[in-house]
Structures are given as structure tokens and as C-alpha cells.
């Protein structure tokens, strides 16, 4: 059984820390435009001291881990979202007392590094969470057929949450905040759309798949793979007997150390529960005579599972808000795709 923590309203508190890599004085008056968001959609917000530091963390393994935990079992506290990612959200895996962020669990989300620790808290303690937006990006209007993170929290268990393919996503680089700060629309200019990839693309069948949605970045969660962190077998034994939806994206890596990520997922046995892989939208780099789209289908393409390519989970902007735990839908066909996510 999931576990879902309660739902936001008006005057819930929304913790905020960097329990990876920290913000900088260029970025401040980009978290005040996120802090004055939430604001404005009724919620209080607590900023923690663990947030500057160097550019590769926010400061010492266990100062993070503290404050971290310190706002996750805070009673006032509903949810947790880290301002950005970052780089070694790892060193804090063996910092955290699982069983104690799962006794009265609050809502745990963000993109990127931040996976490295939303993903474990999930298959280790059963209890939901959300990989979407960080908190600077919070600001920025979520074009439908998708949902701001803000929304997900909000929702009460036992809802289902429904999404669809992005009409387009941004195709330019990242907006600088210290010029920007009060940025709230995406330039979204190339045509949207997910790609099927596996072999059995060329049929004509549609997909139409259940399971509960587990997964991340994948250059950060796959080294989970093979320790007690990332034990998606365990998972799926205690919580899954409908499958996994595993879905993954890449921020930025080439197309060849995809492929090898992949194929090490799939000996490490992480898609041998799965019932579909869903592959984020990337921008990183393709080798010649090897596509992206080539990676997914070299790696996972013969696994007798629908495999879908271009998916909005990523770097690459608009974001899904998937819920990690959710009982998942998947469709996708000539009629479109979509994903419907119940919380339960």
C-alpha cells in the first residue's frame, strides 16, 4: 500500500532547503518572485539555512541532511521542494532515517539531483512523492494538458490526475534569472509529441498500459541501481503487483552514455517489472549514427514493453508533475497520449 501525504490548504507551510547544490547571490530575487507564488496561493513558506554554499553543494553532508530532515517531520510543514538540483544529493542516502521521514509523511518533490532522494524514500518507505518543478521554476505558467506541481499537492487521495502530451516545449536555452528574475512564461517554439520506440512500434495497436510510476534523472539514479536504495524489485513485491511504469530522463548526457545507462538499469533488473518505460524529452548531445531515440531502443527496445520516447519529465521545459507511487495509466496512440495518475 502507498502512502500519500495529507493534502495542502490554505495556510499549510512550505519548507524550503538545498539539500544539493546551493543558490547563489545571482538567484536570489528569482526565489523571492517563487516565495512570493506560493504566497499569493495561501501558503506560508519556511526558508531554511542550508541554502547558499558552493555551486556543487549547499554545505557538509550531515548540515544537509539535518535541515532536511528537520523540515520533513516538521508537524507545520506540508510540503519540502529544494530550490534546483544539483550534484551529490547522494552523500546523504546513508544520513537519513527513512522510517522516521515516513511516520507522518509530507509532501518531498523536485527535478534533477533532487531524485536521487525522492526516488529512494519511495521504494524504501512506501510513501508517495513528486518529481515536477523545483522552486525557481515554480514561477513559470504550466501550459495544459499538464499540472503544476502546486495542484498535485493540493489534490485528495483517492484523485486521479490526468496529463497529456506538451503541444510544444522549449527548444532554447535556459532563461538567467539574475536578468530574468520575474520570468512566468516558457518560450515553448518546437512542435510537442511522444515518440514510440520499441519494436513493437510498427504495429498498429495502441498503448494502453497500468502500473505504479516509479522513477527519476537517470544519471543521478542510476547508480541506485544494486544497493538498498534503489530496489525496485522489493518495491514492486510490497506496493506493485499491478508492474511499474518506469520512467527516466536525461539532463544533458551524451547518446552513447545513455545507451550504457540503460543497458546497466536493465542488468541491474530494473525493468523487469515494468509494464513500460516512459524516456524524457533531452537536448544532450547525439553521436553520429546514434540518436536518442536509437539509445532507448538499442537498450530496452526488445523487452516485450511499450517504450516511449519524447516524454515532458525532464530538463527540457514544459515538466510533468508524476508521482512517484501513483497507480499510472498510460496511453498513447493516433488519439493522442496521455497519463492518468490515481492516488491510491
Excluded at 495529507?6 to 507551510?13: E, H, N, T
Excluded at 513559470?140 to 494538458?145: F, L
Amino acid at each position: 500500500m502507498v502512502t500519500y501525504p495529507r493534502p495542502l490548504v490554505a495556510g499549510d507551510v512550505v519548507g524550503v532547503t538545498s539539500p544539493s547544490s546551493g543558490i547563489q547571490h545571482a538567484q536570489q530575487a528569482r526565489l523571492g518572485v517563487a516565495l512570493a507564488h506560493l504566497h499569493r496561493l495561501g501558503w506560508g513558506t519556511r526558508v531554511g539555512a542550508v541554502m547558499g554554499g558552493d555551486r556543487v553543494s549547499s554545505g557538509p553532508p550531515r548540515t544537509r541532511a539535518a535541515e532536511l530532515t528537520a523540515l520533513l517531520t516538521d508537524p507545520e510543514v506540508r510540503a519540502v521542494v529544494p530550490p534546483w538540483g544539483g550534484h551529490v544529493a547522494i552523500d546523504l542516502l546513508h544520513l537519513l532515517d527513512w522510517d522516521r521521514l515516513a511516520e507522518d509523511p509530507t509532501w518531498f518533490l523536485g527535478l534533477s539531483d533532487i531524485s536521487t532522494l525522492l526516488l529512494p524514500l519511495t521504494l524504501r518507505t512506501g510513501v508517495a512523492t513528486l518529481h515536477g518543478q523545483n522552486l525557481l521554476d515554480t514561477p513559470y505558467r504550466v501550459p495544459e494538458p499538464l499540472l503544476p506541481w502546486t495542484d498535485v499537492v493540493a489534490a485528495p487521495a483517492g484523485a486521479t490526475l490526468v496529463q497529456g502530451a506538451a503541444t510544444a516545449w522549449r527548444s532554447g536555452p535556459f532563461v538567467d534569472y539574475e536578468a530574468e528574475p520575474g520570468v512566468t512564461e516558457y518560450v515553448l517554439d518546437a512542435p510537442g509529441g511522444w515518440t514510440r520506440v520499441d519494436a513493437g512500434a510498427d504495429d498498429a495497436g495502441d498503448v494502453d498500459v497500468t502500473g505504479r510510476l516509479v522513477g527519476g534523472c537517470l544519471e543521478t539514479v542510476a547508480h541506485l541501481a544494486g544497493t538498498p536504495y534503489g530496489d525496485l524489485a522489493g518495491f514492486a513485491d510490497r506496493h506493485a503487483p499491478e508492474g511499474l511504469v518506469v520512467y527516466l530522463e536525461n539532463a544533458g548526457s551524451d547518446s552513447a552514455d545513455v545507451t550504457r545507462r540503460l543497458f546497466g538499469l536493465r542488468y541491474a533488473g530494473w525493468f523487469d517489472r515494468a509494464t513500460a518505460v516512459l524516456i524524457g524529452r533531452t537536448q544532450g548531445k547525439e553521436v553520429p549514427e546514434l540518436t536518442h531515440h536509437d539509445a532507448a531502443r538499442r537498450a530496452l527496445g526488445d523487452l516485450g514493453i511499450p517504450v516511449l520516447a519524447d516524454v515532458d519529465c525532464g530538463h527540457v521545459p514544459p515538466h510533468l508533475a508524476l508521482v512517484n507511487g501513483a497507480l499510472a495509466r498510460v496511453v498513447h496512440g493516433a488519439g493522442g497520449s496521455r497519463i492518468e495518475q490515481r492516488l491510491v
